[in-house]
């Protein structure tokens, strides 16, 4: 149950993305470019994503378990530290480069194979080197 | 303003269906629909099975799209070198495991339940990205 939930959370999310536009580094990189041509759609996604998702967040945790019975998980980490500063900055910059995040390449990985299998390949190499623990 | 509003009507509608797969991954399992975490989590375990769904998910909605449209949808994607892209992945991956997230993990699902954390690294990665994108501007590599 819990995996065919996450298949289908997954496909919305997709999808989400592909209407969106999101999955266009265009448009990524039409938001950053707040000194040009502004596209603020990124904007408006979060802010239709942020609509639907707070409530439901806020059902889930007044709740305190979840449909599956397991608990809602919270991070464990609360402190601001320079490895969340330092770590938002390289993804940023990263994200800048390319105007890819890690939803979109992940669908995009049909449409244009090689260029993003190379991509998610060094962002994992990134993700296991970031974590040794 | 580079956005006809038809595309904004998009970008609403398609932010919509992501907050709501985020909002029922949460309900359903009390999981966070943040892409870094779920592919970490994906590969090192313990417990995969769940993220190993969620990628396959989002790697079905790519094959629609793939199939429907070719790689409209990824318009732009060929204006960055494989050289360029490996930096690129690289930076993301480093950034988002030290991070603790990406635009998912905290920009919707961190902003969602009002975590600080996640407004202080949405609002780090946001500027640090568009001041890339200016320095690119001003070195002619945009």
């Not at chain 1, 997709?14 to 040009?36: E, Q, R």
């Not at chain 1, 904007?43 to 979840?66: D, E, K, S, Y």
């Not at chain 1, 900055?89 to 449409?111: E, R």
Request: with cysteine; glycine share 16%; net charge positive.
């Amino acid at each position: 149950m819990k995996v065919l939930t996450a298949l289908f959370a997954g496909l919305l999310f997709g999808l989400g993305l592909l209407v969106s536009g999101m999955s266009s580094p265009d448009k990524v990189i039409g938001f950053l470019n707040v000194t040009g041509a502004w596209d603020p759609s990124l904007a408006v996604v979060m802010g239709g994503a942020l609509m639907v998702a707070t409530p439901l967040f806020a059902v889930a945790n007044r709740r305190g378990t979840a449909w599956s019975g397991e608990a809602i998980c919270a991070p464990r980490q609360q402190v601001i530290d320079r490895k969340l500063v330092g770590g938002a900055m390289l993804f940023g910059i990263g994200w800048a480069i390319a105007g890819l995040c890690p939803g979109p390449a992940l669908v995009n990985l049909i449409a244009r194979p090689v260029p993003v299998a190379t991509f998610l390949t060094a962002m994992v190499v990134g993700l296991l080197l970031s974590r040794r623990d | 303003m580079a956005a006809a509003l038809p595309d904004l009507l998009y970008a609403l509608a398609g932010g919509g269906l992501i907050g709501l797969a985020a909002g029922l991954l949460r309900l359903a399992t009390g999981q966070i629909a943040g892409i870094s975490g779920i592919v970490r989590e994906g590969l090192r375990g313990p417990e995969r099975g769940w993220q190993l769904a969620f990628v396959a998910g989002m790697l079905i909605a790519g094959t629609f799209a793939a199939v429907r449209f070719g790689d409209r949808l990824s318009a732009g994607l060929e204006r960055t070198s494989l050289p360029g892209l490996l930096v690129a992945g690289l930076l993301v991956g480093l950034g988002t495991g030290l991070g603790n997230g990406c635009t998912s993990g905290h920009g919707i699902c961190g902003l969602a339940r009002f975590s600080k954390r996640s407004a202080v690294a949405v609002a780090t990665f946001m500027v640090a990205a568009m001041v890339t994108v200016y320095l690119r501007k001003l070195g002619g590599w945009l």
